[in-house]
């Protein structure tokens, strides 16, 4: 049974971001195809957490698919009006060469939007990056404020990041190749970039994201210096995010647009959580003396917001959702 929408595709479905699209396009009445890895150790990965949502018996369906193997996603692409391509390596600590996981991805990639011309009913493909793809580069000190003109320089990850480099840098190439195969052979191709996405989650696994933002509750000091000046959105927005730029009717809605509600400083950050949360150990901000990092700018989110898009989630709300998703879940007692 379709959905009065339509049918449209998400790649890497147990994501976080992903799992949370799939729920909210189920609720708005699309048909949903989706993704999951073949590698053997994934086959043994409990994806209830998808078939169990509301409307996924009727309309949900999940494929196998590989980013190793860019033709495995033809199947899932087959009759789709849309396509979220989300599916990505999330390799943070370097197990491999940052070169060979930016190989696999662009090629899979590419895999997935020459599926997307073959399908011959694909009308957008909407290509999730990060912000990761915008901070790598050495304007840090330059601006207050980046937009989408900023790209991350794979040379400076390279020099100045010694460890977890194999993200940005995939990201960057990725959305580079992306946007270029698709003005080459006229796909309409927009890309949305997040900031650090917070928020409740369905997906069983703890994101890296949300672990990250409530470092100061989780007590990983080694990540506060990412939170010097954080820019976040709240995994609802996003999500609603990817299908309005899926849904817009603007013909000429190309490239690239960033997606961030807040930035937050640390000491704010630290300030909401000791007085919202009490029961935690929140580091004080005289604590934060000896955190010495590069003070990342703010994020602009005008483009998106000048085509109609509205935030509907306040920071508190994005990590109020997070804790109590963490407690429920078990992560926080």
């Known amino acids: 049974m379709e959905g009065e929408k339509g049918k449209v595709c998400v790649t890497g479905g147990t994501g976080f971001i992903a799992s949370w699209l799939i729920m909210k396009l189920l609720q708005q009445g699309y048909s949903v195809h989706t993704t999951v890895r073949t590698h053997a150790a994934e086959q043994k990965r409990d994806i209830s957490f998808l078939t169990q949502l509301p409307r996924a018996t009727e309309r949900l369906k999940i494929f196998n698919a590989d980013l190793e193997d860019p033709n495995s996603f033809d199947a899932a692409i087959e009759g789709c009006r849309g396509v979220f391509h989300l599916a990505t390596p999330m390799d943070l600590k370097d197990g491999e060469p940052p070169e060979i996981v ?3 991805t662009i090629n899979g990639t ?93 997906c069983p696994k703890l994101p890296e994201s949300v ?79 000896k955190v010495q990092s590069f003070k990342a700018p703010g994020l602009s989110s005008k483009k998106l917001l000048e085509s109609g898009f509205k935030f509907k989630y306040s920071v508190e709300e994005m990590l109020d959702d997070a804790i109590k998703c963490c407690k429920d879940k078990g992560y926080l007692k």
């Open 102 to 104: 930016a190989t696999r």
């Open 110 to 202: 590419l895999g997935i939007l020459k599926a997307c011309l073959k399908a011959k009913t694909v009308r957008r493909v909407v290509y999730t990056s990060s912000a990761s793809a915008i901070f790598g580069n050495d304007k840090w000190n330059e601006v207050a404020v980046m937009d989408e003109s900023f790209w991350s320089d794979v040379d400076f990850i390279k020099k100045y990041r010694s460890s977890g480099g194999s993200y940005p840098i995939s990201k960057t190439l990725t959305e580079k190749a992306a946007l270029e195969f698709a003005s080459e052979n006229g796909l309409d191709l927009v890309t949305l970039v997040p900031s650090t996405v917070v928020g409740p989650f369905i």
């Open 211 to 289: 672990s990250m933002a409530l470092a100061p509750v989780f007590g990983k000091s080694e990540e506060y210096i990412s939170l010097l000046n954080a820019s976040m959105v709240h995994v609802d927005d996003v999500a609603m995010a990817q299908i309005f730029l899926l849904e817009h009717p603007n013909a000429t809605m190309s490239g690239r647009h960033i997606c961030s509600s807040h930035t937050i400083t640390f000491v704010e950050l630290s300030q909401f959580l000791s007085a919202k949360y009490p029961e935690f150990t929140i580091p004080s901000p005289n604590s934060l003396a």
